[in-house]
């Protein structure tokens, strides 16, 4: 199963109303952000795996901290990031970035800074448990987060043009204010159905697995 299909499976039903709940906002705005956020912690992911030295970092923090277990009572991490390492990995996948795709979010979304902050930090331990996961599940001793990475990559490349390569050259600019802008306006365009009417883009399929009907 593709990484974000893992996701998406986990954070819809009582876990999104969590969510919503934590974030004192409606299910469909709620819904909205997780559809742009889990891409770019994904994406985020796949930018620092794209070195061996990077890759092997990320293996050896999966190994020591995520068995994937988290995946089955996702609810512990929306009460509490913190006590699964939220903020320490939100700094690792981002760096000085952070504050910047915590604004993307935001502007592209409708949340404030402060509240995306807060969503992000929720999902990023659930994301390192899926990636635990998928890569326990693609093989054993000699799977690896890099290949799990890379393959979901090209999996949203085929139906959306750019989908983690726009986000992960995002990531590669310096980490000022611009970012944030191009957060936005590639929620707006490549990441497609964040802002409304507009179909297609990663936006799209997730918001399909995160209940769709309820976007705004």
């Known amino acids: 199963m593709a990484l974000l299909d893992m996701l998406g499976q986990q954070l819809q039903g009582n876990t999104l109303t969590q969510i919503s709940q934590q974030l004192g906002t409606d299910e469909g705005t709620t819904a909205k952000a997780v559809s742009l956020a889990l891409p770019m912690l994904v994406g985020g992911l796949a930018r620092n795996a794209a070195t ?35 903020g320490g990995i939100l700094g ?24 995306a902050g807060k ?6 331990p659930i994301v390192m448990a899926a990636l635990a996961r998928a890569r326990s599940n ?28 726009g986000l992960a ?4 600019r310096d980490g000022d204010g611009q970012i944030a802008d191009d957060i936005a306006n590639l929620a707006r365009g490549g990441l497609g159905g964040l802002g409304g009417s507009g ?8 918001g399909g697995m995160l209940g769709g009907d309820k976007r705004v």
Request: a negative charge; charged letters at 15%; glycine letters at 16%.
């Open 52 to 86: 061996d030295q990077g890759a092997a970092a990320l293996d050896q923090a999966l190994t020591k901290d995520h068995d994937g277990s988290l995946l089955d009572a996702p609810h512990q991490a929306v009460t509490d990031p913190m006590a699964f390492g939220g």
């Open 92 to 115: 690792h996948i981002f760096g000085q970035r952070q504050a910047p795709v915590e604004q993307g979010v935001a502007k592209a979304t409708g949340l404030d800074a402060q509240k």
């Open 119 to 124: 969503l992000l930090m929720i999902l990023a």
């Open 138 to 165: 693609q093989g054993g001793a000699n799977a690896s987060a890099g290949s799990v990475l890379q393959r979901e990559q090209s999996n949203i490349e085929r139906q959306v043009p750019g989908g983690l390569g």
């Open 169 to 172: 050259s995002i990531l590669d």
């Open 199 to 206: 179909g297609g883009g990663l936006g799209s399929i997730l």
